[in-house]
């Protein structure tokens, strides 16, 4: 009989992002015996202390991971991550100071990198014990963008051409400045005229300079898109637009927007990569989707009215760059036109692959998911199982993980910036077992693997999958 490995632990933030990408590494994992237990991120952190010790893949190790992962190591927890913003990031300087906290990044025993670019990236920042193992993997989210794994999309992106018929996919990255709540923003609303701005959520981590210019930089563009949405509708009265707001955005203005015309929708519903699939072209400002376009095959636009060299070319030089770049309104019209007549793809050339292959690995062979799991095999060695823990460490562990799950829970009801219950349902919906049953199913049948899985419900937003009937 064989052996049962230690589960992994796989926590979901952004559930449009982040699920379906983290069940595909689920499914590769329990075909060589791995069982995950996954779900909300924050459910799956307030119910640590219940949980069997196994392996636990974080997607960040910033100084916000710090209590949790010193707690984590107290439960007996071997925590690896990758970072899920590492593949569209701020300058190095930047990066490091919001991204890379060296007393979080002392619990993390394994590192996965995007590509060879986020590699270097962690190499180069001064606080990365040099002995760290760093993989160069790829990463989940960019499995699903192969061919091989798109008809786990397919039905999805069918019933969007019925839904909408042609459409522009209009993806917005203004949550610096238009966040689900205001304390998210770079900086917060002003009490006083005059006064000096108090920095919020988002300035984490920034020196105020580099803050000031992203602020002013961001919500000019966001002005600008204000402006475009119905000039493009008007410009295109045979298509629908489709706006997909930033995950943590507000999307009152954009449904404002909606309801004085008639061709425009405001959705974030489930993964963008069927809204991609079934969309003519995508028209945006620096998002990272795309560079899910043009690993789709998707013609992309790059507006770009406004223009800060530091921010454009620190931090988004890379879907820039794989986009058709437009400066005014008349041009991103004229270069939406061609598109949608046929007469203008993607932007390909030899110098656009490089970059990418060089900022996502895995592009053919091996999925980033098989290539994850073998360093997991490696990492609990040949029978798969944890040493035993010491009964004192123990029971530090479970009073410390189920004292902040009291305190988290009161925190609503205490003095300070907290995020509403709201917005953690906004980012992670509810999901029933029913529902990630038939996903599983589906990215199976993706995958043509017929491993025999059960999945059952264990806590509220909390699922584990193991092989078995």
Partial sequence: ????????????????????????????????????????????????????????????????????????????????????????????????????????????????????????????????????????????????????????????????????????????????????????????????????????????????????????????????????????????????????????????????????????TVSGEGNVVPWLMAADALVHNGCTTAVEAYKLGVPAISYRPCVDERVDEGFYGLPNRLSHQCFSQQALIETLRQILAGQLGRVVDSENETLLANHISASDGPLACERIVDVLEEIVGPYGKKSRLEASAQVSGWMLANGRRVIKRLRPYLPGASAPDDFHRHRYPPVTLAQLRRRLSRMQQSLGDDTPLKVEQIHHQIFRIVVGS
Avoid at 161 to 189: E, M
Avoid at 206 to 227: D, G, I, T, V, Y
Wanted: positive net charge; charged residues 25%.
């Fill in 1 to 264: 009989m064989a052996m049962t490995k230690v589960p992994l632990i796989i926590p979901v933030e952004n559930q449009v992002r982040e699920l379906d990408p983290k069940l595909l590494l689920a499914c590769v994992a329990a075909k060589r015996g791995f069982s995950s237990i996954i779900g909300s991120h924050r459910k799956i952190d307030l119910r640590i202390a219940s949980l069997p010790r196994g392996l636990y893949l974080c997607k960040s190790f910033t100084s916000m991971n710090r209590t949790m992962f010193w707690i984590m190591s107290k439960l007996g927890q071997d925590i690896v991550s990758w970072d899920e913003e590492a593949l569209v990031h701020l300058p190095d300087e930047v990066y490091f100071s919001r991204r890379l906290s060296p007393s979080s990044l002392r619990y993390v025993s394994h590192l996965f990198a995007w590509g060879q670019e986020n590699s270097n990236l962690w190499r180069r920042y001064p606080r990365m014990p040099k002995d760290k193992p760093i993989h160069v993997t790829g990463n989940p989210r960019a499995d699903l963008l192969r061919p091989q794994l798109r008809p786990f999309y397919e039905k999805a992106a069918n019933d969007l051409r019925k839904k909408h018929g042609r459409y522009v996919l209009i993806n917005t990255n203004f949550n610096h400045v238009n966040a689900f709540y205001p304390g998210q923003n770079l900086f917060l609303p002003m009490k006083e005229q005059g006064s000096k701005r108090k920095s919020g959520k988002a300035a984490k981590g920034m020196n105020r300079e580099f803050a000031e210019a992203l602020h002013k930089h961001k919500q000019a563009l966001f002005e600008e898109f204000k402006k475009l949405i119905p000039e493009l509708e008007i410009a295109f009265p045979e298509t629908v637009l489709v706006v997909r707001p930033h995950p943590t955005e507000c999307q009152n203005v954009y449904r404002r927007l909606a309801g004085l015309g008639e061709r425009v």
